[in-house]
């Protein structure tokens, strides 16, 4: 592992097999301190709004597209619009290919669009490229963002 820091996750993913399946490798390749899951991307606000508590200084999301409530680009919407947690740093993990989704994904700024077939077996490539990215991208300070909001 390269990291200075390691990697906090939340993982918005409503495919429970998909959840466990990365939450292991990820465990296994002793990658993210801390990961928290929502099923849903307003679970996914819900939390990031409202417990700043459970959510780490520095974090990056890994996303589903396709779920239920309010689905990835919906969530990416809503988060963009959101002030204090506009700057998050997001990835797309998703099984569409389809170039609508890419397109409207990149359109919210997310840092990498990754579909789950091409990421390696057990996730393997997916971490190493989340490993190395943290390793070497400055990220935004969300609790900066928050106070704002919690005063």
Known sequence: MMSRETL?????????????????????ARIAERTLH????????????NDAAACPERYVVLLDLNM??????????ALRQDSALRRTVVFVLTTSSDAVDVSAAHEMNV????????VGRNFEDLLETLNRYWALAELPNMHASL????Q
Do not use: H, S, T
């Open 111 to 118: 840092a990498g669009y990754f579909v789950k077939g091409r």
């Open 38 to 49: 929502a099923k849903d991307g307003q679970e996914a606000l819900d939390l990031m709004r």
């Open 68 to 77: 239920p409530r309010m689905n990835g680009i919906e969530f990416l919407k």
């Open 147 to 150: 106070q704002g909001r919690l």
């Open 8 to 28: 906090n996750v939340l993982l918005v993913e409503d495919d429970l097999g998909d959840a466990k399946a990365l939450l292991r490798a990820m465990r296994r």
